[in-house]
């Protein structure tokens, strides 16, 4: 699996504030911001601070890292006023659509899903 170093890693750097990015939320283990080309009308992306190239690493990593990944998307679906209506999506894997080797978690909502489909 292809893995970037923190050094040239694109999400180390919006994590560090190198690289700009919309953020809407942040805690002291992550960081939300706006996906630049959005998949639905709400798209955020909630990355670890820490460097880890896929969401099962962090798992093994740090199961504090990975829960506050998942509390922070909570909290951004509420911010967004889609707490109850939207979806988290992870890519693992280049052949499952994973472009970025630091684990982050899709919050997507604002489009009609289609019910009882997964995509
Ligand atoms: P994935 O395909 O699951 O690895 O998701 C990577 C996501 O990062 C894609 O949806 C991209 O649109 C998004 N992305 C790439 N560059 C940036 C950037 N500079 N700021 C915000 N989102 C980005
Ligand atoms: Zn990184």
Known sequence: ???QT????LFCKI???EIPS???AESERSVAFRD??????IHVLVVPKR???TVGALAAASADDLADVF???ARVAELEGVGDAHRMIVNTGSDAGQTIFHAHVHVLAGAAFTEGKMV
């Not at 923190?6 to 890693?9: E, L, Q, Y």
């Not at 630049?36 to 009308?41: D, E, G, L, Q």
């Open 1 to 3: 699996m292809t893995s």
């Open 6 to 9: 923190p050094r040239d890693c």
């Open 15 to 17: 994590v560090a504030g």
């Open 22 to 24: 919309d953020r809407v």
């Open 36 to 41: 630049i080309t959005p998949a639905a009308p």
């Open 51 to 53: 460097h880890e190239p």
């Open 71 to 73: 509390r922070l998307a």
